[in-house]
């Protein structure tokens, strides 16, 4: 087959977008499309997780992701005409070499995929919008797809990062398993309230239908509510808040699901993000987990383009699926519970992949194959993450000691004899 792109990739949120870039970056030919119209305006997702920071770094779009963001807010629970303060969902521990990103980070979900676009376009590739995906049909060697308005393109592979309602997850076949975490349409929305307070995050326990919140987004003048679904949000906020709602600018409902599929591959079609997996709210678990789903597919099927292995593919949902389970029962947990748990928990930085097929070695101090490489500075005076920063494998030696980390910033092997570990991949040597 004569691919007219190399990987068509199926929805343009977080998740999607992430894997474009890192497919870009490696030379591989993309493409990117959306059923939407237009970009989301929503702030959604909002919660960015250190270990997604890390790799917004390695990707060189963190500092436009900082300054689109900002620390959560304590909270403030209203009740009456008595407020009392409480603690934040997320930290305020000091930046460390190791873990320069610490704290959960609040940023608007449309300003964490308008960043990403930007950084897509200087890669020279653009989202099309309005571009439904409607089927596709697999060959030995590639996957035809057609596309709204009589549009086919030939692939090598096609990934769907279309969301919890994938049409690409629906044309391959897979259920999602799992279950309704509670019975309860909520409602997630952007307003504008005139007269609240936007140093903290305000929360009314016993609103009508249950609770009302009200988050500031950072460097906005609209706040993010969420509530049971109401036909008049505003009236609602108006009545419990008694502040003048200005403008509702966004609304959309969703019921908690715990769900995720068996299979995140189907021959040479993958998914990723909440195609695969589902999540209830709690913990800021689903953009995260989408976006290392990205993270750990795209250095793959970029390899496999250029001669890799076919397994390496395989390794994908090796190593996602048993992740994104363990995510997906954390998330069930602290939503039931009413926890509000987070930091180590659900930072992400502590999940790895030691039982793969990919690590091997023994551990040598804190460093531990399948682990993240932590960041820090080498004994050459370099930062560990700007070394890591280009596509391939990088092997760090001193003496005796080699430590082979892989393109996606996961330790591979250590050992003395580890070159040939990921045989084909190109392999920076840094000596240190």
Known sequence: MVYEQEVLIVGAGPTGLT?????????????IVDAAVEPSRGSRGKGIQPRTQEIFDLLGVMPEIAKAGGLYQR???????????????GTRHAPTAATPYPNLLQ????????VLRARLAELGVS?????????FVQRDDGVEVALSEGVLVRCAYLVGCDGGRSAVRKALGFGLVGSTVEDKTLLVGDVKVEGLSREDWHVWPWARGGMLG????????????????????????????KCRVTEVLTSSSYTPQARMVQRYRGG?????????HLHPPTGGQGLNTGVQDAWNLGWKLAWALRGGPDSILDSYQAERLPVAAAVLNLSRTLYVNRSLKRGALTNQLGLHYRESALSSGAPVGE??????????????????FDVLRHPGATLLSRGDSKVLVRPDGYIARI??????????????????
């Open 268 to 276: 040479r079609v993958f998914l990723a993000g909440d195609a695969a």
């Open 214 to 241: 009200l988050c500031p987004m950072p460097h906005s003048d609209f706040f993010q509510v969420t509530c049971a679904k109401v036909e008049d949000v505003a009236g609602l906020i108006e009545s419990v808040s």
């Open 75 to 89: 909270l403030r629970f209203h009740f009456g005409p008595f407020s009392f303060r409480g603690g934040s969902l």
């Open 127 to 135: 989202v099309e919008y309005g571009r439904r995906f409607e089927s």
């Open 415 to 432: 050992g003395r004899d580890v070159v040939d570990h990921y045989a084909g991949l190109p392999v920076l040597r840094i000596s240190t």
């Open 19 to 31: 894997l474009a870039v890192d497919l870009a970056r490696r030379g591989v030919r993309v493409r």
């Open 367 to 384: 460093l531990h194959p399948g682990d993240r490489m932590p960041d820090g500075r080498l004994p050459n005076g370099q930062r560990v």
């Open 107 to 114: 940023v608007p979900q449309f300003k964490t995929e308008g």
